[in-house]
């Protein structure tokens, strides 16, 4: 046996015996009558599920699933916005051995028809804004189920949409099928951009979501006193992972609010008496604009980077950190009880191996910046694989297993580690990846355009935002810039669609006349308001 799969062995034989469920049914037998989820909707009243009255709800849900012909292994699509439906629905397929396919709400049509034909869906869960884009997205699945509500607010489902109700599938009574457990088997698939057109479907088993629960706990030093307020969107890792999970693990509270919300951020926060939360830097931005009360019980914020402003303005320790869907959790981050220089985003975590190295492949030194790399046990610390693309697979990793995350960071003079930038194609909006392929694949497809290149325009809040220069494909198209715009709306989430049309006579080229994006970055001014 060769030192990486011995490695790889006993990463996997520390997840035996271990999945959701029995993670989730051990504090249901230790504290029955605590919290697990308080619900605080923007309207209404709250809502609280103990871990037992949690635990029975997806015991009814997955036997409904069950019933209506969900099987082990197969794929449920959950498209909905926070909301106590998602848990219940993420955890109902964990228990009956389904596949939880959680997207983001933000998609068009496009998306979701390409999601659901991806990911072999056989049903959906949804909220009644979603009704009609998901069911004419995935015409063959077994049912459809809608929620009598978007994220709190009371909805109906559009007529002639043929639908269970999903409070329905709350009244069985007869216990969910049993299974064995089985740490390996596959959990939950999320869609993240990368540099092709299409988004890649992350596959993780209930090892990674083990081990992602276990790691995320221990990097922040949580306890079972602890509670969290969840503003970011669940079908996305960071709340999934970073919030959720590692809530689960030490038997803490988890306080779920519909979406992030500036104003109402600190009146749930002291409500609830809430001791950590995981921002990005747009929300933080927010909440800094306001009076901080003295009466919060905020300990930690998870702040993507180390931030000094934060520490001083609130009174908490800042986590700075880097991690993506591919690794579940952080492979570098701070430590909460040691010092951190502002704006770096830590070390090397235990769990990973971490290598930065510089284009001649040698690892960089202090002072110098490379590309990260990051090697760990497929199926257990890193994904298990990109579904359907073995060509993705086969390009991610080397024949040492490294796994190339397309990132550069740079090396402090004391060995702490910053982001510095993204060698893959890729722009940063808010909180979502955007690949500038995919938007480009889709301007291209208008047959209006010869060449175009999206680039990120920095952005006072949100990073930066998509704009696109670009050569006509014949002169004299009357309103392209209007027109391309319409056709990024219609085939791309929002927060995909170019901001700005520039049309030029030609670009600016590489060697290797490759377009020079960075001088059309440097063309552009950065939006201030």
Known sequence: MTLLSSIDHAKQFMEVGRDIPTLLASWVSRT?????????????????????????????????????????????????ENSPEFLLSWFSCALLGAIAVSTNTRSVAR?????????????????????????????????LAVTDNNAGEQATTPAGIEHIPFSEL?????PCPTREVSPMADLGIQFTSGTTSRPKAVLWTHANAIWGAHMNAMHFRLRQTDTTL????????NAQSYSMLASLWVGGTIVLQPKFSASRFWDVSVRNQCTWVSLIPFCVKAILRQAVPDTHAYQMWITAVQLDSVEKAVGVRTVGLWGMT????????????????????????????????NEKGDLILPGERGRLYIRGTRGVSLFKEYYKNAEANASSFDEGGWFDTGDLVRMGEAGELYFSDRDKDMLKVGAENVAASEVEAVIMETGLV???AVVGQQHFMLDEV????????????????????????????????VRSVFIVDDFPRSTLEK???????DRLEKITE
């Open 111 to 143: 998306d979701m028809t390409y999601f659901s034909d991806h990911a072999e869906v056989v049903c959906a869960l949804t909220q009644p804004q979603f009704a009609t884009l998901v069911s004419e997205s995935a015409p063959n699945l077994l049912f």
């Open 515 to 521: 377009i020079a994006k960075k001088e059309l970055r």
């Open 230 to 237: 969840i503003v970011l969107p669940l079908f996305h890792t």
């Open 32 to 80: 029955p009558d605590k919290p697990f989820l308080i619900w605080e909707p923007f309207s209404g009243e709250s809502k609280t599920w103990t871990y037992q009255t949690f635990s029975d709800d997806i015991n009814s849900l997955a036997s409904s699933l069950s019933k209506r012909g969900v099987k082990q292994g197969d794929a449920v699509l959950i498209h909905m």
């Open 466 to 497: 998509p704009v696109v220069f670009l050569i006509p494909r014949e002169p004299g198209i009357e309103n392209i810039e209007s027109k391309i715009i319409d056709a990024c709306r219609k085939n791309l989430p929002d927060f995909k669609v």
């Open 170 to 174: 709350l009244q069985e009574t007869d």
């Open 326 to 357: 591919e690794t579940i959790t952080h492979g570098i981050v701070t430590d909460p009880h040691q010092p951190s220089p502002n704006m770096s985003i830590g070390r090397a975590s235990p769990g990973y191996d971490i290598a930065v190295r």
């Open 450 to 452: 010869g060449e175009c």
